[in-house]
């Protein structure tokens, strides 16, 4: 059992950043696959970036440049570091683990955290 809580979140300007956060429980964190996903109003849920336990990391080409993602496997947390933001990129941003890449959307999710960037 894996539990995730978002943090971070919050109201910048375009061009601006933000951190967020996600704090995972239990003893195998370090294997499991992690990823950020977001939803905007009205649109279907995206991935942004995920990290595999090895630490390879895939972005989606909306984030790409733009957005990193990284892990601390010492204090069981996943990042996303988010840099010169766009009215677009307003959504609420989930942390989700899984056993894989493959698998993310159908394993552990957080309860979100919102992102709304101002023109």
């Known amino acids: 059992q894996v539990q995730l809580v978002e943090s971070g979140g919050g109201l910048v300007q375009a061009g601006g950043s933000l951190r967020l956060s996600c704090a995972a429980s239990g003893r195998t964190f370090s294997t499991y696959a992690m990823g950020w996903f977001r939803q905007a109003p009205g649109k279907e849920r995206e991935l942004g970036a995920t990290i595999s336990s090895d630490g390879s990391t895939n972005y989606a080409n909306s984030v790409k440049g733009r957005f990193t993602i990284y892990r601390d496997y010492a204090k069981n947390m996943v990042y996303l570091q988010m840099n010169s933001l766009k009215p677009e990129d307003t959504a609420v941003y989930y942390c989700?683990?899984?056993?894989?890449?493959?698998?993310?959307?159908?394993?552990?999710w957080g309860q979100g955290t919102q992102v709304t960037v101002s023109s």
């Open positions: 989700a683990a899984g056993v894989n890449i493959a698998t993310l959307q159908s394993g552990y």
